[in-house]
């Protein structure tokens, strides 16, 4: 049978698929010798882009065994974050070594391990919020991606039936998403979500439309009806609609993660209902979710400057203020409840020390941690055979302009994920090797067997399964040990904003 045959007769295809294989068919081989474009996105500066629409490519490294290749292996996805904004599969570069590159991971845990792009921006994720224009186009190059995976990577000696999805910040909540989308049943058995999960308040954008019509304003489109406004900015030019969403980054009025607007969405499809609805979908998905101990300190930074300078003071009125932007949704109420319980320990006279840690604590817990901790709680009350495990990553900033009170900032686990200590040695100490051994060999057990204590890889210390009665974690720095195991993470703010606040009426919608 030839190729085009066997492309037309493959009953399973979708037509989107049949297509893609006409045209492997019609491209031939890929030589696969340097990574591919990343897709167009903003550049930093936010007055150029970078990148190109021809962009849907993935990445494989592959663990050489002494004699032959090996076989029947488990299989690593990497989503990877950049606020669905920017971001590529082999991640940030410094000469020819690559955030993202996959050896570490594939030959210390014998695993193969793929990165995959997706488009972000407005390319990506802009929505008119009906079927003119449904968005979450880069969730589903993400579940295109790893559909390819499942079908194609037995030829390269991986197990097709033993898939695991993992990801940081928009890739952690892009991999919860994954697993609570109908249209993965069956692909993957396992998943990972650093710094980000489906139910973060920047998850999901719920006025889509309001966001298509400012970009579609801006390169001139009209906006009188979705479908007149979706046609004109499928034939605007692609530069013009990325750069037609701009980030403020100084001068906000408003915290920085209300501001995140080219999200997902729920679009009745893909997404066909609110998240913390969907978790029943992830069911028999081992899942294991976690935060870095100070994953809000860069968007505090950016909202309050003063904590990362010694000799500039914040008072408890700039806490307050912060504190009701993060909670507008909950009015003046909410806003005096979330305040009183972050600071009702600091006395009279507050050392500057701890109202910056206070701060910095506040943005963790709102953006990341209580999130985390809700969707924790969801997978285990849904799960049949799912197992659930939770942790925190601790191991303190390497940055030398921080103060030196920060601990782990958002993104700081991924050098240690990807193996960075080994591949460049001479920017490391051992004590960053230890930590990135650990969590090399806890990642790839848990993809191999389910349980990150088990496998291919020695561990330094049991994890203990998440318990809605033990609430156990794993405090990941480089000094694992029995103590490592703790329970019952920041259980009065977690309860304060899972029971009190949740409760409050909702006096506004966050922008």
């Known amino acids: 049978m030839d ?14 698929s049949r297509t893609w294989c006409i045209l492997f068919l019609l491209l031939g081989t890929l030589k696969a010798k340097d990574f591919k474009n990343r897709c167009m996105q903003m550049t930093l500066t936010q007055n150029d882009v970078r990148g190109k629409e021809d962009c849907l490519y993935l990445n494989i490294w592959i663990p050489q065994g ?13 989503i990877y974050g950049g606020a669905f904004l920017v971001g590529g599969g082999q991640g940030a570069n410094f000469l020819d070594n690559y955030l993202y590159d996959g050896e570490e991971i594939a030959v210390r845990g014998n695993v ?30 993400q579940h295109m991606a790893i559909a390819w995976v499942k079908r194609n990577i037995k030829a390269f000696g991986g197990d097709p039936d033993n898939i695991t999805i993992f990801g940081e910040s928009a890739g952690g909540t892009s991999v919860s998403l994954q697993i609570l989308s109908p249209k993965n049943a069956g692909l ?6 650093q710094s980000g999960v489906s139910l973060c308040s920047w998850a999901i954008q719920k006025d889509p439309l309001y966001w298509a019509k400012k970009v579609g304003q801006e390169v001139g489109c009209p906006i009188s ?14 530069k013009a609609v990325t750069l037609a969403y701009h980030l403020q980054l100084v001068n ?22 609110i998240p913390e609805k969907l978790f029943a979908n992830a069911a028999d998905i081992d899942y294991i979710a976690g935060v870095n101990n100070m994953d809000g300190h860069f968007f505090a930074g950016i909202d309050m400057p003063a904590i990362n300078r010694p000799l500039v003071k914040i008072t408890a009125s700039d806490v307050y203020d912060l504190v009701k932007g993060l909670t507008a949704d ?8 979330t305040y009183n319980i972050y600071t009702e320990l600091w006395g009279d006279k507050p050392d500057q020390e701890v109202m910056k840690r206070t701060v910095v604590d506040l943005a963790t817990d709102y953006i990341f941690l209580i999130p985390t901790q809700w969707a924790l709680n969801l997978h285990l009350q849904n799960a049949r055979s799912g197992k659930t495990y939770s942790y925190v990553f601790s191991q303190p900033s390497r940055m030398p302009v921080y103060p030196s009170w920060v601990g782990a900032d958002h993104a700081d686990d991924l050098q240690y994920v990807f193996g960075k200590p080994f591949a460049t040695p001479l920017g490391y100490l051992p004590k960053h090797r230890t930590v990135s051994g650990a969590m090399i060999a806890y990642w790839t057990n848990f993809a191999r067997t389910g349980d990150p204590n088990t496998g291919y890889s020695d561990v330094p210390v049991t994890w203990v399964p998440y318990t809605t009665e033990g609430g156990y974690y794993l405090d990941i720095n480089n000094n694992l040990n029995y103590d490592s195991v703790k329970q019952n993470l920041r259980a009065p703010f977690v309860n304060y904003w899972n029971a009190v606040y949740l409760k409050l009426p909702q006096v506004a919608t966050t922008p």
């Not at 076989?71 to 990497?78: E, G, I, R, S």
């Not at 391990?113 to 003119?132: I, K």
């Open 330 to 337: 909950r009015g003046e109420r909410g806003a005096n409840l």
């Open 225 to 238: 009806n979705t479908t007149a406004l979706a046609n004109c900015l499928r034939v605007s030019d692609p």
């Open 252 to 273: 906000l009025n408003s915290p920085l993660v209300h501001t995140l607007a080219i999200t997902p969405v729920v679009d009745g499809d893909f997404l066909p209902d």
């Open 66 to 78: 002494k004699k032959q290749v090996s076989t029947n292996l488990p299989v690593m996805v990497w």
């Open 3 to 16: 190729g085009w045959t066997a492309c037309n007769q493959k009953t399973e295809l979708t037509a989107l």
């Open 112 to 141: 193969i391990v793929v990165t995959l792009n997706y488009r972000v921006g407005p390319l990506g994720f802009l929505s008119t919020g009906d079927s003119n224009m449904p968005g979450n186009y880069g969730l589903k190059d």
């Open 188 to 193: 993957f058995k396992r998943a990972i979500s």
